[in-house]
Nanobody
């Protein structure tokens, strides 16, 4: 099982940027689809983006498309989320997650598609 640790969260003004990182343990990181989810206060956790083990075009939620960019560096066992043009509604705890099965090229977007989760990092966007 992959263990995940997120970092990079913080407080930023609307319109600003943050870059989240998710460091993974385990030699098989490069074989799993990785995802980012977020949970705002009083709301359910929601999908943000997934990026396949092949590192091809990520799959984004409509709410972040054009503002967020996901990438991965398999040599560093790390996945990134660059967040630009942040809005107050982006305020949430952001979680990274590793897919259930290796070498799976399906598009992942459901919580049930992911097996391992990080502890989350808080992102707060002030207006």
């Amino acid at each position: 099982q992959v263990q995940l640790v997120e970092s990079g969260g913080g407080l930023v003004q609307a319109g600003g940027s943050l870059r989240l990182s998710c460091a993974a343990s385990g030699r098989t990181f490069g074989t799993y689809t990785m995802g980012w989810f977020r949970q705002a206060p009083g709301k359910e956790r929601e999908f943000v983006v997934s990026i396949s083990w092949r590192g091809g075009s990520p799959y984004y939620a409509d709410s972040v498309k054009g503002r967020f960019t996901a990438s991965r560096d398999n040599a560093k066992n790390t996945v990134y989320l660059q967040m630009n043009s942040l809005k107050p509604e982006d305020t949430a705890v952001y979680y990274c997650a590793a897919g259930r099965s290796p070498y799976n090229s399906a598009t992942y977007y459901r919580e049930s598609d992911f097996l391992s989760w990080g502890q989350g990092t808080q992102v707060t966007v002030s207006s």
